[in-house]
T-cell receptor
Framework: DAGVIQSPRHEVTEMGQEVTLRCKPISGHDYLFWYRQTMMRGLELLIYFNNNVPIDDSGMPEDRFSAKMPNASFSTLKIQPSEPRDSAVYFC???????????FGQGTRLTVV | GENVEQHPSTLSVQEGDSAVIKCTYSDSASNYFPWYKQELGKGPQLIIDIRSNVGEKKDQRIAVTLNKTAKHFSLHITETQPEDSAVYFCAASLTSSSNTGKLIFGQGTTLQVKP
C-alpha cells in the first residue's frame, strides 16, 4: 500500500478563498483523523471518522471548517472562507481500528496570504 | 479532557550519548502511549508504543517506560546517531469498547545529535 495520500502537498491561497484538502486513507482502515500542526499549538486533532461517520468534531476551530468522508477511500477538509491564521500543516491519518497504530500522510502545507 | 506535557522542547546530545524525553498526562484512564518521530517535511511516524498493562518496552536502541501512579512516561534512546535527529512526539489516549482512542499529543521535542 502507498500509505495515506494527501493532496495537494502545498497550497497558497488568498484570504477569503475556499480551500479543500484531500486525503486517501490506507485501504481497509476504519478510522480517519484530521490534524493541524502549528508551531504555537503543536499537533491538534480536528475531527475523526469511524467507518465514514464523523465521531468527534470538537477540535474543529470554527464553522468555517468542515470535513466529509463520502466513502471509505476519500475524505476532504474544507475551509471557507480561509484566513491567514489558518496557515498550518494539515495531516490526515488512518488506523485499522481503535487500538492500532495511526499512520500519517505527508501533510498539506497551507499558506493563506 | 486529556492533557499531555512534554519536556524538554529541545535536546542536543553528542553522537553515542543517550537521550531521554519525558511526558506527563492528566487523565488516569488513559491506557495507550505511543511515541512518534517526525522528520523534516514528513508526517509523524510511530517508533514505539506502550500500553498501561506493562511498565517498560524495548526495541533495539529505543525504550519506553511508564509510571501509571505518577502518570508519566519516557522515551529513552541509547547510542544516538545523527539520523536520530528529528522531532519526537509523545501521545496518550484511552482505548476501550466505548472510546475510539483519540490521540492527544505533547508539544514535541526537537532532538539534535551532533556527530
Amino acid at each position: 500500500d502507498a500509505g495515506v495520500i494527501q493532496s495537494p502537498r502545498h497550497e497558497v491561497t488568498e484570504m477569503g478563498q475556499e480551500v479543500t484538502l484531500r486525503c486517501k486513507p490506507i485501504s481497509g482502515h476504519d478510522y480517519l483523523f484530521w490534524y493541524r500542526q502549528t508551531m504555537m499549538r503543536g499537533l491538534e486533532l480536528l475531527i475523526y471518522f469511524n467507518n465514514n461517520v464523523p465521531i468527534d468534531d470538537s477540535g474543529m476551530p470554527e464553522d468555517r471548517f468542515s470535513a466529509k468522508m463520502p466513502n471509505a477511500s476519500f475524505s476532504t477538509l474544507k475551509i471557507q472562507p480561509s484566513e491567514p491564521r489558518d496557515s498550518a500543516v494539515y495531516f490526515c491519518a488512518s488506523s485499522l481500528n481503535r487500538v492500532t497504530e495511526a499512520f500519517f500522510g505527508q501533510g498539506t502545507r497551507l499558506t493563506v496570504v | 479532557g486529556e492533557n499531555v506535557e512534554q519536556h524538554p522542547s529541545t535536546l542536543s546530545v553528542q553522537e553515542g550519548d543517550s537521550a531521554v524525553i519525558k511526558c506527563t498526562y492528566s487523565d488516569s484512564a488513559s491506557n495507550y502511549f505511543p511515541w512518534y518521530k517526525q522528520e523534516l517535511g514528513k508526517g509523524p511516524q510511530l517508533i514505539i508504543d506502550i500500553r498501561s498493562n506493562v511498565g517498560e518496552k524495548k526495541d533495539q536502541r529505543i525504550a519506553v517506560t511508564l509510571n501509571k501512579t505518577a502518570k508519566h512516561f519516557s522515551l529513552h534512546i541509547t547510542e544516538t546517531q545523527p539520523e536520530d535527529s528529528a522531532v519526537y512526539f509523545c501521545a496518550a489516549s484511552l482505548t476501550s469498547s466505548s472510546n475510539t482512542g483519540k490521540l492527544i499529543f505533547g508539544q514535541g521535542t526537537t532532538l539534535q545529535v551532533k556527530p
